[in-house]
């Protein structure tokens, strides 16, 4: 690998650390670049996971007060989201290339709508399912969350957050903490299956998972300074372009290339 592409997987993964940290959706950024860096699309999303593991952790020692008060009402929750998670892994490891470069594009616009909609989202569920630990639905909506998560997982923490707030978490800093460590739980669980599987590229998931860390650091003071409007205008933008020139490529062949 030259010097050239050492440099750009490293950029890769620190403007997506700076993208996670001031708007989220970073995986609609690191994803396509990662495919234009040249990895196959199935091996691309797999290496992701690894590569965006510190932006997905990272916040869970801030969260060690709130997840100690949850104790033993974690172990039920991470339990389906570990099994939900190996799932959709799973279903990554079987997929074909075709079936899942024929899924990019619906996947995208997915994970493209739970960020623009995701506070419309989060009330519809609220208001339909309620607030209620014992909710068998919200348990079902948590595990079809974590199959999409080990799947391909763009967006996710949308549900997640929603999720949380159902299972009466109805305080963000609680509701927020939760959402993290089931995110890094699913994350953790992908990447142990897919390194299993062969799927990760490692040499560029580090240089991606360097530029992460950084990125994620310096993303954090920067937030503080940017008007988030303008950005989550720019990330639906790019994801909804993203999935067009995805949905070309695949469905419309040459008219594309």
Known sequence: MDW????????????????????????????PALVAA?????????????????????????YRDELRRMGTELLPLIAVTTLGAAVGSLLLLVST???????????????????AFGD???????RTLGCDRGNKATFMLLALASVYGGYFGAGLGIILLAVAQMLGYTDFNR??????????????????????????????????????????????????????????VAVIAFGLVLAAVFACRQYAGPFCE
């Open 97 to 115: 290339p075709t079936v899942f470069l024929n899924l990019v594009p619906v996947l995208i616009l997915l994970a493209t709508a739970l960020f």
């Open 175 to 232: 509701a927020n903490a939760l959402k993290n460590l089931l995110a890094t739980s699913f994350t953790v669980v992908s990447i142990v299956l897919f390194g299993v599987g062969g799927l990760i590229d490692w040499p560029t998931a580090a240089l991606v998972m360097l530029g992460s860390t950084v990125g994620g650091f310096a993303g954090a003071r920067f937030a503080k300074h940017v008007n988030e409007q303008y950005l989550r």
């Open 4 to 31: 050239i592409n050492v440099g750009f997987l490293v950029a890769v993964g620190l403007v997506g650390g700076v993208w996670n940290a001031v708007a989220g959706g970073a995986t609609l950024f690191t994803f």
């Open 120 to 126: 419309a989202i989060r009330s519809l569920l609220l």
């Open 38 to 62: 040249g990895l196959p699309p199935v091996v691309a999303n797999a290496t992701n996971y690894l590569a965006l593991l510190p932006s997905n952790a990272a916040a869970l020692p801030a």
